[in-house]
């Protein structure tokens, strides 16, 4: 299972952008897929996560700024930033909880993706 992350850049405080992290691979379906950021000298942290039926969950310092969402079709989470801060900087990463045939629900990883907001 491959987790591909993209939609990072510079942008200016206030500004917006879009993640998005799709998985390819064999697998019979995701579970629960989640986004962290990790800024430099600090501990990585849960941005927000999402189950395969919708439900979803936020750190404090995003709700109401962020929000997470799926094409389960696609096997895709996004992660709409809007408001962003220059403490949202940081490098983001997706995984996602896949069931693999004989191996059963394994979490993966993603490569990061750098999210860099200018004051």
């Known amino acids: 299972v491959q987790l591909q992350a993209s939609g990072g850049g510079l942008v200016q405080a206030g500004g917006s952008l879009r993640l998005s992290c799709a998985a390819s691979g064999r697998f019979f379906r995701i579970n629960t897929m989640t986004w962290y950021r990790q800024a430099p000298g600090k501990q990585r942290e849960l941005v927000a996560a999402?189950?395969?039926?919708?439900?979803?969950n936020y750190a404090d310092s995003v709700k109401g700024r962020f929000t997470i969402s799926r094409d389960n079709a696609k096997n895709t989470v996004y992660l709409q930033m809007n408001s962003l801060k220059p403490e949202d900087t940081a490098v983001y990463s997706c995984?996602?909880?896949?069931?693999?045939?004989?191996?059963?629900?394994?979490?993966?990883w993603g490569q990061g993706t750098q999210v860099t907001v200018s004051s």
């Open positions: 995984n996602a909880e896949a069931v693999v045939q004989a191996l059963g629900a394994r979490l993966y």
């Open positions: 999402i189950t395969s039926g919708g439900s979803t």
